[in-house]
């Protein structure tokens, strides 16, 4: 099977064009709640007043579920992320869409290694030393989810409405799911899981606009 982006075929964006400004908008408000939480915690070695609400219904979980938040766990683990990473490249690739498996490990990485970045500059704790904010497991998990429902937005040519309700879906299930996880093994506080959500919102979208631009100018140079 030909490659359409070597023979001039039409190639689905990454950043479909009918989401890029929600998804701008939501990048903007996301990057800016991450900016004011991680200011309002900054140095603080234990929970706010909105964390205590949160963690003590969430913690208070009975064996099974500490076990189903085990195994959820485990897929911001690093063996866990990268079969994940592994299965949607070579998913990707198996459609012949090389963009779109550039999307995948930069886009995912990025939301991580922003997170690691942010951690020290905010310097807030849990358990002892232990650096807490953002949440890079909510943030890997988000930003996968958000990848996926990008590239199957563009695949499917979703509208506006149609696209934005997946992407916002998806990026809120899974992000929760990976939340609901950190809290339950006293990992993170909620306020470190919104830190961690947020961030996926405002690295993904940016990273899919650069992919594009930078596939569009390879192809263009190839042309």
Not at 15 to 42: E, I, K, T
Not at 49 to 60: G, I, L, Q
Not at 81 to 110: H, Q
Request: glycine share 10%; with cysteine; charged share 15%.
């Amino acid at each position: 099977m030909d490659d359409p982006e070597r023979v001039g075929r039409p190639v689905p964006a990454v950043l479909p064009a009918p989401l890029r400004a929600r998804c701008g908008l939501v990048a903007a408000v996301a990057a800016l709640v991450v900016v004011v939480v991680g200011l309002w915690y900054a140095g603080d070695g234990g929970p706010g007043r909105v964390d205590a609400r949160f963690s003590v219904a969430a913690e208070d979980v009975r064996p099974r579920w500490r076990s189903v938040a085990l195994a959820v766990d485990f897929w911001g683990e690093p063996a866990g992320a990268a079969t994940l990473v592994g299965l949607a490249v070579a998913g990707c690739l198996l459609l012949r869409w090389p963009r779109a498996a550039a999307l995948v490990v930069v886009g995912v990485g990025l939301a991580v290694v922003t997170t690691r970045l942010l951690k020290p500059l905010v310097g807030r704790t849990i358990h002892g030393d232990n650096l807490s904010y953002p949440s890079g497991h909510t943030a890997f998990c988000a930003a996968f989810a958000l990848v996926v429902a990008l590239l199957v937005a563009g695949r499917l040519r979703l509208g506006a409405r149609a696209g934005t309700l997946l992407a916002l879906t998806l990026t809120l299930v899974a992000g929760a799911a990976m939340g609901w996880a950190q809290i339950a093994l006293g990992a993170h506080y909620p306020t470190d899981v919104l830190g961690g959500w947020c961030t996926a919102l405002a690295v993904v979208p940016a990273t899919a606009w650069l992919v594009d631009r930078a596939a569009d100018a390879a192809r263009r140079a190839r042309d």
